[in-house]
């Protein structure tokens, strides 16, 4: 068990002194990079802490956490033995409460006359921002499923036909965006309470200076640059210093 800071400073290079706050959120570390806006609440502000070296927290990036899910007692925050990296132990049940990366999975649906469906966010982060229909993969469903799921969620459409398109790592976000292509059977298609415009364009009329996310633009310029009989997988990571 290592228990000084020192010690965890020279195991974890993402344990730094540095880190943002936002006004909605708890205090949270970032590692390569400090965002300008929340996580958790997208468009909001955040302000740079510095924080001295006698208040350093030696919390893992993602969320801070103050008690045990399993039992309710607290948590302390330390490195399990024959671990690497610190963990959040139940200081009662024991139970170490591990954080891992989230997976965010959804679509990209051409039509039948080869346009390709994009959704206008009604929501944060990026409203008003063009996107891939997409959203977190819940429990107990497979990719594919969240895939189809989040696309019927965000535009209405009953999506066929998946094959994978993009695998993107966001090694700074604590995310990976996983795309399919898919194909729309009609053209039926509708706005929802996530997406205030739902529409189909053209290669040359995507709005690529209004994309939402820079892992949808790529998964775009990816699509296009590909051949519908020979399509190929995009499998890349993006070290980013914000989504957008
Ligand atoms: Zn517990």
Same mark, same amino acid.
């Given at each position: 068990?290592?228990?000084?800071?020192?010690?965890?400073?020279?195991?974890?290079?993402?344990?730094?002194?540095?880190?943002?706050?936002?006004?909605?959120?708890? #205090?949270?570390?970032?590692?390569? &990079? @400090? /965002?300008?806006?929340?996580?958790?609440? *997208?468009?909001?502000?955040?302000?740079?802490? %510095?924080?001295?070296?006698?208040?350093?927290?030696?919390?893992?990036?993602?969320?801070?956490?103050?008690?045990?899910?399993?039992?309710?007692?607290?948590?302390?925050?330390?490195?399990?033995?024959?671990?690497?990296?610190?963990?959040?132990?139940?200081?009662?049940?024991?139970?170490?409460?591990?954080?891992?990366?989230?997976?965010?999975?959804?679509?990209?649906?051409?039509?039948?006359?080869?346009?390709?469906?994009?959704?206008?966010?009604?929501?944060? #982060?990026?409203?008003?921002?063009? &996107? @891939? /229909?997409?959203?977190?993969?819940?429990? *107990?469903?497979?990719?594919?499923?969240?895939? %189809?799921?989040?696309?019927?969620?965000?535009?209405?459409?009953?999506?066929?036909?998946?094959?994978?398109?993009?695998?993107?790592?966001?090694?700074?976000?604590?995310?990976?965006?996983?795309?399919?292509?898919?194909?729309?059977?009609?053209?039926?298609?509708?706005?929802?309470?996530?997406?205030?415009?739902?529409?189909?364009?053209?290669?040359?009329?995507?709005?690529?200076?209004?994309?939402?996310?820079?892992?949808?633009?790529?998964?775009?310029?990816?699509?296009?640059?590909?051949?519908?009989?020979?399509?190929?997988?995009?499998?890349?990571?993006?070290?980013?210093?914000?989504?957008?």
């Amino acid at each position: 068990m290592v228990k000084s800071w020192h010690k965890l400073k020279q195991m974890r290079s993402y344990l730094r002194i540095r880190r943002r706050k936002c006004k909605f959120c708890k #205090p949270f570390f970032y590692p390569e &990079t @400090l /965002p300008r806006h929340c996580v958790h609440k *997208g468009s909001y502000r955040v302000t740079e802490l %510095l924080i001295s070296p006698a208040k350093q927290r030696t919390e893992p990036r993602d969320f801070p956490m103050n008690y045990c899910s399993e039992c309710g007692h607290t948590v302390t925050l330390k490195i399990p033995e024959d671990d690497h990296r610190p963990r959040y132990v139940c200081d009662r049940c024991n139970t170490i409460h591990y954080q891992n990366p989230r997976l965010i999975t959804g679509t990209l649906p051409v039509a039948p006359d080869g346009r390709v469906l994009l959704c206008k966010r009604n929501i944060e #982060p990026r409203k008003n921002y063009w &996107t @891939l /229909p997409a959203g977190f993969m819940e429990n *107990g469903e497979s990719t594919i499923e969240g895939a %189809l799921r989040e696309t019927y969620e965000e535009s209405r459409v009953k999506a066929i036909n998946p094959t994978l398109l993009s695998v993107i790592s966001l090694p700074s976000w604590d995310q990976v965006h996983v795309f399919y292509l898919v194909d729309m059977p009609d053209f039926q298609f509708a706005t929802t309470p996530e997406s205030c415009e739902v529409a189909l364009f053209t290669q040359e009329d995507i709005p690529w200076s209004d994309i939402a996310f820079k892992t949808v633009g790529r998964t775009l310029r990816h699509y296009f640059a590909s051949s519908r009989d020979a399509l190929t997988v995009l499998n890349d990571h993006i070290h980013l210093t914000t989504m957008e």
